[in-house]
């Protein structure tokens, strides 16, 4: 039987699974006393192996643009500067009309009395 590599990085997972890296059993999340840890276990292969470089190498996306793994790599990456920075996005509230006719979108620091005026003439 081939050996196993241990993986916890779940996108690192989520791309070796899209490009067919052989699964050797069962994900499993171990609990202890520091939290919760997501293992995937991939076959030991030289692509698996290969891939696993690729998604380590830090210049793999730009020196790679034509293979379909950095693809896949720049994906998640985008992904996880997307999530990091949603904390700095504006919220902005969508509020219908009670006759479904007019929309309006008010920003979550619009003062008190703007808003006011804008649900005035929303329903009106």
Do not use: H, Q
């Not at 210049?59 to 293979?67: G, I, L, R, T």
């Not at 996005?89 to 219908?96: E, L, S, V």
């Amino acid at each position: 039987m081939n050996n196993i590599i241990n993986i916890e990085d779940i996108n690192l997972a989520s791309a070796l699974l899209a490009a067919t890296a052989p699964i050797a059993k069962r994900a499993e999340i171990i609990i202890t006393d520091r939290g919760e840890r997501k293992v995937f276990y991939f076959t030991d292969t030289l692509e698996t192996r290969e891939m696993i470089r690729k998604w380590k190498d830090p210049d793999f996306v730009k020196n790679n643009p034509e293979d379909p793994f950095a693809l896949v790599k720049a994906a998640f990456d985008c992904r996880r500067g997307i999530l990091s920075g949603l904390s700095r996005f504006r919220k902005i509230a969508c509020i219908r009309s009670r006759d479904g006719e007019k929309v309006a979108l008010i920003p979550e620091n619009c003062p008190e009395e703007d808003k006011m005026e804008i649900m005035g003439r929303l329903n009106s």
